[in-house]
Structures are given as structure tokens and as C-alpha cells.
């Protein structure tokens, strides 16, 4: 009966095949997003009026893409090493540091740290957007949920 179980765990080499399938589309359009940038600051920028091209911008949300595409290859990793690698096999490993999990909980606090750090770059580049607009209050939410957050994960390193 155990063993049966113990097959189950292999449902997990879809979830890693599938979150390192996502990582690799994030890092393409990130890359894409980025290339068309620099194009735009090769060329000197382009566009007039309500359709001028800003490549600062548009460097921030590439670099979203890029830690969307992070967050997702941690989550494929750490997944891979709690369940499909065998405990003889990760001391055989050299894995950096950051990768050296052992549970659940651990993965979690690295999970959450990589998503803080997205939140901000993407709040970064969304209140940097706004400055060329008029901000509404709607552009305090991801700023108070990025607090909120940091303050509960500060909690739950603290316990």
C-alpha cells in the first residue's frame, strides 16, 4: 500500500515539467520585451504624443516578466528536490545554498521572498507609470499588500 502512495508523488514531475515550461515563456517574452527596448534607445526612442515610447518602462516590465520567470524555475526546483530527488542523491548534489531545502516550510519562506521581491519590481514599474499619469488610489494597493506581506513573513521567520 505504501508503495502506491510513494508512485503518487510522480503527479509532482508534471508540476515541475509544467513550472519550468512557464519559466522558459516568461524569460522569452521578457526577452523579447527587453530587445524591443533597446531598440527603441538604439533608434532614439519613437513614437509622438499619446504614443511616445518610454524604453525605461517598458525595461521594468521585461524585468517582471524575468522574475515571474525566477519565481516559477524556484517553485520547479524546490519541488523537484523535495519529492522526485532522494536524500542520498541531494547530498551527492552541489546545490547553491539558496536551494538547500529540506521541507515544505522552508520552500514556502523561499517561495514567498522571490514573489515579495516580484511585488516590488512590479509596483516599481506600475507607480513609475504613473508618474507620467494621474495615480489613483487603486496604486496604493499593491504597496499595502507588499507591507503586509513583508510584516507577516517577518512574523513567521521570527516563530
Known sequence: MFEQLLKIRYVVLVIVVLATLHAIAFLVLGAKVAATA?????????????????????????????????????????????????????ESMHLPTWLRIDSIAELKVLLWETILLTLVISALSELTTGLFERLEWSALITPIAIVALSLSLYLVKKR
Open 38 to 90: 533597446y531598440a527603441h534607445v538604439l533608434t532614439g526612442g519613437g513614437g509622438d504624443g499619446e504614443h511616445r515610447v518610454r524604453p525605461g518602462l517598458e525595461l521594468l516590465h521585461s524585468l517582471d516578466f524575468m522574475f515571474l520567470a525566477i519565481v516559477f524555475l524556484v517553485l520547479a526546483l524546490g519541488f523537484a528536490k523535495l519529492f522526485l530527488a532522494g536524500p542520498q542523491t541531494t
